[in-house]
């Protein structure tokens, strides 16, 4: 724009000179002073045209700068979009599992639930059948989710002997017809003595540990006898060490002289459960 400005003023100058030039004769102060304006005027030009060549330099290396600046911005936007987006399909994935596990818990927590008002229903089976024992040789009880059948030797057997009273026979087949038709519980026959070794061989055992599994091994025969599917015993002996007391009375020994059956509900379910986690 300057430069267009200057050019008409300086073309009238140099017109108006010659014109002036052509009619009479210039002095030389007077076409130095031109000469001097002409000069002034051409200078002013040139650095006008140097300013405006240095602001479209700065203009040009702005808008560089601005688009340079933008598109590193937009890819921190489409980064940052990406990222939120895996953050969001992580979180999806997180609150599918925990919904899963939730699930499985909340199964798990059913199962627990039946086997315990299981355990109960049972308990108060096996006890009602039971009712008419004395509670010093009979007892039932639940713990750890099983039900526990203790009974003394003085119900079962004759000291040192493996063959079962006949009172003690029919506790077993009481117990035995409470429990038919029942496939979900296993049935584990421990037998128990107290820690006084035995002299020589006593009905075929040798020592505590002969006595103990061959009371259990009688005892699981006679519950089978009874109509108990054999495949829900297992007979086991313990011998002297798994005490209900000290063992330094005859009242305590004659305490952890005793056979627990012991009543255990089936957790297939359940392990089923685990297993598929």
Known sequence: MIRHFLRPALALA??????????????????????SQYDELSKSREQLQAQKTALEQEKARSEDALRTNLLNKNQQVNQLNDNLSGAQQANSRLSADLRSKEERIAEMQRILDQKDAAV??????????????????????????????????????????????PKGQEALKKLATALQGNQDVNVLVEGHTDNVPLKGVVSG??????????????????????????????????????????????????LNRRTEIILTPKLDELFQILEAN
Request: aromatic share 6%.
């Open 120 to 165: 109960k229903a049972l308990r108060q089976k096996v006890g009602d059948a039971l009712l008419g024992f004395n509670a010093n040789d009979l007892t039932v009880n639940v713990k750890n989710g099983k039900v526990y059948v203790s009974l003394s030797e003085q119900l079962l057997f004759k000291s040192g002997s493996t063959k079962v009273d």
């Open 205 to 254: 055992a040798k020592d505590n540990w002969d006595l103990s599994v061959l009371r259990a091994t009688e005892i699981t025969r006679l519950l089978t006898e009874a109509g108990l599917n054999p495949a829900q015993v297992t007979p086991s002996g313990r011998s002297q060490y798994v005490p209900v007391a000290a063992n330094t009375t005859p009242a305590e020994k004659a």
């Open 14 to 35: 140099l017109s108006t000179s010659l014109l002036t030039l052509g009619t009479s004769c210039v002095s030389q102060k007077k076409f130095t002073a031109l000469q």
